[in-house]
T-cell receptor
């Protein structure tokens, strides 16, 4: 089946930028997503990008998509301690009946 | 407020007992999903339903059952056949709008088998 991969862990200092990376294998992706999960909570939709776009910016969040390399990134500017969480990348695809395929999540730790 | 609710937040079960987790949405979404999350792991799909009175098995359906009698509700039963049911269970829904693939999640239910 199709696969979505993320690194397990990222540590940054407060005020720095964070970049969380994701790679996927499905060449028929329609949308790509970033979700945030705080401890003991559900997943919160942060943003998503249509597969024919290169970039999307929303306040402190910037999503970059390199469709050729099947690489998605989430940049968080001026990272705050409240940004500490697990971030999941996901994709939807016509191949998967428009279901979402999730990565394993990246734990972001923000040090004061 | 529109959203997805799951109850209870914490649930304890003795071995050999069936237990039902509730998921309700008032977003008018057609599709609903159940995922299981184990500590430090990603999400695994248990069951999904794209329309009332119809549902499909996901990747790890064994030991679980669901029903979809109403559009708003998609309860999950964890049966005694599920060998390792202790986990965090997440419900999601998706529906009409510009992007019907986008899933919105409930707050989750943590099930512990004693």
């Amino acid at each position: 089946g199709e696969d979505v991969e993320q690194s397990l862990f990222l540590s940054v200092r407060e005020g720095d930028s964070s970049v969380i990376n994701c790679t996927y294998t499905d060449s028929s992706s329609t949308y790509l997503y970033w979700y945030k999960q705080e401890p003991g909570a559900g997943l919160q939709l942060l943003t998503y990008i249509f597969s024919n776009m290169d970039m999307k910016q929303d306040q402190r969040l910037t999503v970059l998509l390199n469709k050729k390399d099947k690489h998605l990134s989430l940049r968080i500017a001026d990272t705050q301690t409240g940004d500490s969480a697990i971030y999941f990348c996901a994709e939807s695809s016509n191949n998967a009946g428009n279901m979402l395929t999730f990565g394993g999540g990246t734990r972001l730790m923000v040090k004061p | 407020d529109g959203g997805i609710t799951q109850s209870p937040k914490y649930l304890f079960r003795k071995e050999g007992q069936n237990v039902t987790l509730s998921c309700e949405q008032n977003l008018n979404h057609d599709a609903m999903y159940w995922y299981r999350q184990d500590p430090g792991q990603g999400l695994r799909l248990i069951y999904y339903s794209q329309i009332v009175n119809d549902f499909q098995k996901g990747d790890i359906a064994e030991g679980y059952s669901v029903s979809r009698e109403k559009k708003e509700s998609f309860p999950l039963t964890v049966t005694s056949a599920q060998k390792n049911p202790t986990a965090f269970y997440l419900c999601a829904s998706s529906g009409p709008g510009l992007n019907t693939d986008t899933q919105y999640f409930g707050p989750g239910t943590r099930l512990t088998v004693l």
